[in-house]
């Protein structure tokens, strides 16, 4: 479906093979483009602008595999002009569509978040340059196995990567190689100010994180932890650096050799829900945690 220019009308591609490359999307009062049961799809190249409510939208009727390749798009100034918590906002909306690769975007100027996929499973986010985000700039939540969010910048937003949804089944993933900076809370009273927030099954490596007012890393939350790895992060100016859950049903997390820099409350810290508890793991023993190990790692 070769599709040269378009202004101020939506592309609805429903069960669609082929491209929409070099197009121009602009002044629309919903989406700009939504691809719906996708069989063989590439998005590229196209300039997506003032949108009322998203820029490109990914999405399957039901849960399964997909392939669309979204790559080298320019996409700025996506509002949220129908509200909600994130069903609008997005740059790149994915949704129920597995094995999608999103790559190479410039996305700037959303309500929401850059690239969000909500139920897409092994979907890639890799090398986007996303900046001034009103949420999280990099999203994987709600029933999802397998993400990689590897080597994309995020300047500005209220949460650089969040891997969530655990106790709907979200799942397994690698955040690695980003740069994630000048963080900000919400007004609305929402704890964000966070670099990297994951729950369960992922390994966090080699990210640097600098300017997040609440943590560098959170590592699950509450009772939502399971077997996550973070290594090798360089971490400045954070409230806390790394937040790891304690509590009784959380489960396992290795933190070792991260450099932690410039925090105001500790470097890392044991964590009940919102509450940091006992010393700074940091230069503390962390075996009264069970479920915690905590090694090599240098702050100042």
Known sequence: MPLRRQQRGRCDAL??????????FGDIAQS????????????????????????????????GEDGTIVSGNRIERIAAKDGGSGQNGNGIN???????????NRIADCAFSAIRTNAGSNCQMVS????????????AEFAFEGAVIANN????????????NFNEGGRLAVVQGNVIRNLFLRKTGETRGIGIGVEAD????????EGAPS???????????????????VIRKAHIGIGVSVRPAAGTALITDNLIDGTKDGAIRAMKGPTPTGPDLAYDSAESYRNVAIYANVAR
């Open 15 to 24: 069960k669609a093979a082929g491209r929409v490359a070099n197009c121009e």
């Open 94 to 104: 994915v949704f129920r569509a597995g094995s999608v690769l999103v790559t190479q």
């Open 32 to 63: 700009a483009l939504f691809s719906k049961d996708a069989a063989g799809l590439e998005i590229s190249h196209n300039h997506v602008h003032d949108c009322g409510n998203n820029g490109i939208l990914v999405w399957r009727t039901e849960v």
């Open 215 to 233: 943590y560098g890393i959170l590592v699950g939350w509450g009772d939502y932890l399971r077997d996550v790895s973070v290594t090798d992060n």
């Open 202 to 209: 992922s390994v966090v490596s080699r990210n640097v994180i």
């Open 128 to 139: 986007n340059s996303c900046t001034r985000l009103g949420e999280v700039a990099l999203y």
């Open 153 to 164: 910048i995020v300047d500005t937003a209220a949460m650089g990567v969040s891997v969530t």
